[in-house]
Nanobody
Framework: QVQLVESGGGLVQPGGSLRLSCAAS????????IGWFRQAPGKEREGVSC???????VYADSVKGRFTISRDNARKTVYLQMNSLKPEDTAVYYC??????????????????WGQGTQVTVSS
């Protein structure tokens, strides 16, 4: 059974950092694409970053240079390191998996399995 569990969210001041984790089970992490998405109140879920089976990474313009996605295939975990956090980064963050390749890696409809999300709040 495919399962994704996010952790690492919390409250952080502007300019601070958080590291999110996505623990995966039920599939081979290195053979698939994992994405991070976020959804703020009143807004649609948007793609933040993804990492493919070939370790190609993609970032939304809004987080480029501040966030870094990585994975540890042995631990079956994907990470999102978030630095220089801004209040507009406040959202529930979700990880998701796509079985195979896609030309649209930051499009939420490309992903078939989702975690429950973890809350990130950036506030002073």
């Amino acid at each position: 059974q495919v399962q994704l569990v996010e952790s690492g969210g919390g409250l952080v001041q502007p300019g601070g950092s958080l590291r999110l984790s996505c623990a995966a089970s039920g599939f081979t992490l290195g053979y698939n694409t994992i994405g991070w998405f976020r959804q703020a109140p009143g807004k649609e879920r948007e793609g933040v970053s993804c990492i493919t089976s070939s370790s190609t990474t993609v970032y939304a313009d809004s987080v480029k240079g501040r966030f870094t996605i990585s994975r540890d295939n042995a631990r079956k975990t994907v990470y999102l390191q978030m630095n220089s956090l801004k209040p507009e980064d406040t959202a529930v963050y979700y990880c998701a998996v796509r079985m195979g390749d896609t030309r649209y890696p930051l499009h939420r409809r490309e992903y078939g399995y989702w975690g429950q999300g973890t809350q990130v709040t950036v506030s002073s």
